[in-house]
């Protein structure tokens, strides 16, 4: 009985501090529980809420900003009716290129990436690890691990949360990002990361030091991933880090993507993602 | 106003401008990543319970962790400060009686110095608590230390400014002891 009274006395007496330590833990719980691949419940309900306030910021924010959208907007045009058939004409001889009609996408048998158009409503650009939120959720198609570029071409990031409205995007600023890239001219692949420390720049590794790179290279997608669709700008390189105790380069990559004034971007769906998956799946469990 | 309605419309108000604007501004540099938002905490009034304190504390650092997805990370740092809090106030209050004459901390209440020195110490463990936390995660202690020392500094020429623009006007409130 005496027991039990002395330990209510000393719950009484350092309550303060147990609730000090009840609240850390909690913080510490979430923080150390909500990762990539873990999603906390509550993320979705704290997804919807802030991304309302977070739409109607952006309402006013988008006005300031609507000569640089439209100008990208207007190069991203550009660059599609470049790639017009009609602007290409091959003289009538027998170099005419014939499509086989087989794998004609009449019947969207042969699709393989789906873009799908969505608003920004909130990105970070100087944290440790940046998000953007999208206005566009799993109601509207999207599901985690899908790819996400902006309007011209350029890797963002990928889907890493949804709610029923709103999604929330890893940027390419992230430290958790790996992204399998590409120098365009040599062909070498190679990882592309973000160490949080310098904003704004992202790592090429793995690089073998027998390539050849120049200052201003392109680095675009691999197409090994799921998510990215070959080819796609990821950045141009900034400088290269010798480390002469290693085999490979590390290459400083300025990113293609403007981070700091997103206004749309695309999703990418990649269709044919299952039976590659399964295949694999497959293989391992034997 | 009201006490109350002062503090809601702060909270807001804090949470507004750390989120769409320090968030916002491009990288200064790579040691400095400012914030704000903690000021609410170190203006809560000299009364309110402890416990009280650490759980609108929590509240704030939560708020935030909700725009940034880092949860749990600056509510961390928040109910830290907000537990450390009481014990500074209680070293540095100089005359007696200024808990019960005075609101809030402030530059009037406290005296110059003894105000920013607890802001200072505040703000400095704060920053260190929260780029430590993701030092965790990602390495580079040095780094991390130096982070918060530059981070500290621009984050307190920061509330000097808020403090020189938004005056409180604090009542003198005698025989309430």
């Not at chain 1, 000090?20 to 993320?43: D, P």
Request: glycine share 6%; charged share 15%; aromatic share 14%.
């Amino acid at each position: 009985m005496k027991t039990m009274r002395n330990i209510l006395l000393f719950i009484r007496i350092y309550f303060t501090f147990i609730f000090f330590l009840f609240l850390m833990g909690l913080s510490f719980y979430m923080l150390f529980s909500y990762n990539k691949y873990h999603h906390a419940a509550y993320s979705r309900v704290a997804g919807e809420i802030t991304g309302n306030i977070s739409k109607k910021y952006n309402g006013i924010e988008y006005y300031f900003q609507l000569k640089r959208t439209n100008d990208s907007l207007v190069k991203a045009n550009a660059a599609l009716y470049n790639k017009l058939k009609q602007d290409y004409e091959i003289p009538d001889t027998a170099n005419k290129m014939i499509i086989d009609t087989l794998t004609l996408d009449s019947i969207q048998q042969q699709r393989k990436y789906l873009y799908m158009p969505a608003k920004v409503v909130y990105n970070s650009v100087n944290l440790l690890n940046n998000y953007v939120e999208l206005h566009r959720g799993g109601q509207q198609g999207i599901t985690p691990d899908m790819g996400v570029i902006d309007v011209n071409n350029s890797v963002v990031g990928t889907v890493v949360d949804v709610s029923n409205n709103y999604a929330v995007v890893m940027s390419l600023l992230h430290e958790q990002s790996n992204l399998s890239a590409r120098l365009k001219k040599g062909g070498e692949t190679g990882i592309v990361t973000y160490d949080g420390k310098t904003p704004g720049i992202l790592y090429l590794k793995d690089i073998s030091k027998l390539a050849k790179i120049h200052q201003g290279d392109t680095v675009v997608t691999s197409g090994f991933s799921d998510k990215f669709p070959r080819g796609l700008l990821v950045g141009y390189v900034k400088d290269i880090l010798n480390d002469k105790s290693s085999s490979t380069y590390t290459i400083r990559v300025n990113p293609a993507a403007n981070f700091e004034n997103l206004q749309y971007v695309y999703i990418i769906n990649n269709l044919q993602k299952e039976e590659p998956a399964q295949l694999l799946k497959k293989v391992k469990s034997k | 106003m009201s006490n109350l309605v002062k503090n809601i419309v702060r909270f807001c108000l804090l949470i507004l401008a750390q989120v769409y604007i320090l968030n916002q501004v491009p990288p200064l540099h790579r040691l400095v990543t400012p914030y704000i938002y903690f000021i609410f905490i170190l203006w809560l009034p000299f009364k309110m319970g402890r416990r009280t304190q650490m759980l609108l504390a929590f509240a704030l650092g939560f708020t935030l962790d909700c725009f940034t997805n880092t949860y749990g990370l600056h509510a961390a740092a928040c109910v830290l400060i907000a537990y450390i809090r009481p014990f500074l106030i209680n070293v540095l209050i100089s005359q007696e009686g200024t808990e019960s004459n005075y609101y809030e901390p402030s530059i009037q209440s406290m005296g110059f110095t003894p105000y920013l020195t607890y802001v200072t110490i505040l703000t400095f463990i704060h920053h260190t608590f929260l780029f430590f936390l993701q030092a965790l995660q990602t390495g580079g202690y040095f780094y991390f230390l130096l982070k918060s020392l530059t981070s500290t500094a621009i984050s307190l020429l920061l509330i000097l400014l808020i403090e020189l623009l938004f005056v409180r006007k604090q009542r003198f409130r005698t025989n309430t002891i």
